[in-house]
């Protein structure tokens, strides 16, 4: 972390990180078996945090690993974790194991993110959906978010869009409460001030869902009907390096009968 061109002290970072993570000395210095005076004197500067120490701290504080990076530098020492491109070699078998679960995942559309929702990949039954999309939100970096809820991309076929956009919001706050990431605070910026169909949001009470009030679905109007999917989130349990810890695979799976008929359906004319 920066400001006007000048590093932080591992001490200032380390206060910020506790405080947005709300607590206090004393409950952090409880949680890493430290003494409060201690923690108080590394956050002062007072006293030089060891290697051991700033790794320790932050995996109390659940640090983002690139920021674990940023704290060890901070502190005078060299990064701890990998940050390779994911079309390094190195990483050929976790490519291999999101291609796999992606395809796996068909006919039910799936897609793999990384830390700013940037698309990174997708199976067959993701285009389908995209009909109608501005060829400009599909240029690369394709950024799902944004493709989602701007008005020149799905917005305008997403049947419960202010229920769908609220849930989206929510996720990207938690995330950037997480990360303290400011890309993703730009970019929520810019989705907060996208304009939202008022005739959209009329409908919403005439939805019907089998799973209202249990969690929020993301209904799109096609020329086949309304198709409901649940969606769920997949990341790597326990990533040492730090492009695979901030990759996600985004993947959707019916919510109701008639959408799976209609996405087996596609998928059988597909291969045909």
């Given at each position: 972390?920066?400001?006007?061109?000048?590093?932080?002290?591992?001490?200032?970072?380390?206060?910020?990180?506790?405080?947005?993570?709300?607590?206090?000395?004393?409950?952090?210095?409880?949680?890493?078996?430290?003494?409060?005076?201690?923690?108080?004197?590394?956050?002062?500067?007072?006293?030089?945090?060891?290697?051991?120490?700033?790794?320790?701290?932050?995996?109390?504080?659940?640090?983002?690993?690139?920021?674990?990076?940023?704290l060890l530098i901070a502190?005078?020492?060299?990064?701890?974790?990998?940050?390779?491109?994911?079309?390094?070699?190195?990483?050929?078998?976790?490519?291999?194991?999101?291609?796999?679960?992606?395809?796996?995942?068909?006919?039910?559309?799936?897609?793999?993110?990384?830390?700013?929702?940037?698309?990174?990949?997708?199976?067959?039954?993701?285009?389908?959906?995209?009909a109608g999309v501005d060829?400009?939100?599909?240029?690369?970096?394709?950024?799902?978010?944004?493709?989602?809820?701007?008005?020149?991309?799905?917005?305008?076929?997403?049947?419960?869009?202010?229920?769908?956009?609220?849930?989206?919001?929510?996720?990207?706050?938690?995330?950037?409460?997480t990360t303290a990431d400011?890309?993703?605070?730009?970019?929520?910026?810019?989705?907060?001030?996208?304009?939202?169909?008022?005739?959209?949001?009329?409908?919403?009470?005439?939805?019907?869902?089998?799973?209202?009030?249990?969690?929020?679905?993301?209904?799109?109007?096609?020329?086949?009907?309304?198709?409901?999917?649940?969606?769920?989130?997949?990341?790597?349990?326990?990533?040492?390096?730090?492009?695979?810890?901030?990759?996600?695979?985004?993947?959707?799976?019916?919510?109701?009968?008639?959408?799976?008929?209609?996405?087996?359906?596609?998928?059988?004319?597909?291969?045909?």
């Amino acid at each position: 972390m920066m400001v006007a061109g000048k590093t932080l002290p591992v001490g200032q970072l380390l206060r910020n990180w506790r405080e947005r993570r709300r607590l206090s000395q004393l409950a952090l210095a409880c949680e890493a078996e430290i003494s409060s005076r201690h923690l108080s004197f590394l956050e002062t500067g007072r006293s030089q945090p060891s290697r051991e120490m700033v790794l320790h701290l932050a995996e109390q504080l659940e640090v983002p690993l690139r920021e674990r990076n940023a704290l060890l530098i901070a502190a005078g020492y060299a990064p701890e974790f990998a940050n390779l491109p994911l079309d390094d070699p190195a990483l050929r078998s976790a490519r291999k194991a999101v291609e796999l679960v992606l395809a796996g995942h068909e006919p039910y559309p799936a897609l793999a993110i990384d830390r700013h929702w940037t698309l990174i990949g997708a199976n067959k039954a993701v285009a389908p959906l995209l009909a109608g999309v501005d060829a400009s939100l599909l240029k690369p970096p394709v950024n799902v978010l944004r493709l989602s809820l701007h008005p020149l991309g799905l917005a305008l076929r997403i049947a419960n869009l202010a229920e769908w956009r609220a849930h989206l919001l929510k996720r990207l706050h938690h995330q950037i409460e997480t990360t303290a990431d400011a890309v993703l605070e730009q970019l929520r910026n810019e989705i907060c001030g996208y304009a939202v169909p008022d005739e959209i949001d009329a409908g919403l009470a005439a939805i019907d869902s089998d799973c209202a009030g249990v969690f929020v679905p993301l209904q799109i109007v096609t020329e086949r009907g309304t198709l409901s999917f649940i969606s769920t989130t997949t990341v790597f349990g326990t990533p040492i390096e730090i492009t695979l810890s901030e990759l996600a695979i985004e993947a959707f799976l019916p919510a109701d009968g008639a959408t799976a008929r209609s996405l087996r359906h596609q998928s059988l004319g597909a291969a045909n």
